[in-house]
């Protein structure tokens, strides 16, 4: 596996937050108006985050063995 994509996961690793038994990581931008609306119509979503986050964990342990 390429060095950049270890690094990539390590800070997709560094990232999770953990609460007792439970797992998430903090909610990032899943979409905005554009330039000129976008501290004002943004939406994010903590679930979402999550998801493609575990997705990503399961894809590169997949390859690397």
């Known amino acids: 596996i390429d060095q950049h994509i270890t690094k ?3 800070y997709v ?3 999770m937050q953990r609460s007792g038994e439970t797992v998430s990581w903090h ?3 899943c979409f905005s ?3 000129l ?5 943004v939406w994010k ?3 979402l985050t999550t ?3 575990l ?3 399961s894809l590169y342990l997949s390859v690397s063995g």
């Open 8 to 10: 990539a996961m390590r």
């Open 13 to 15: 690793l560094d990232q």
């Open 27 to 29: 909610e990032g931008i």
């Open 33 to 35: 108006a554009g330039s």
């Open 37 to 41: 609306v976008k501290h004002d119509l």
């Open 45 to 47: 979503s903590q679930a």
């Open 51 to 53: 998801a493609l986050s």
């Open 55 to 57: 997705e990503a964990i």
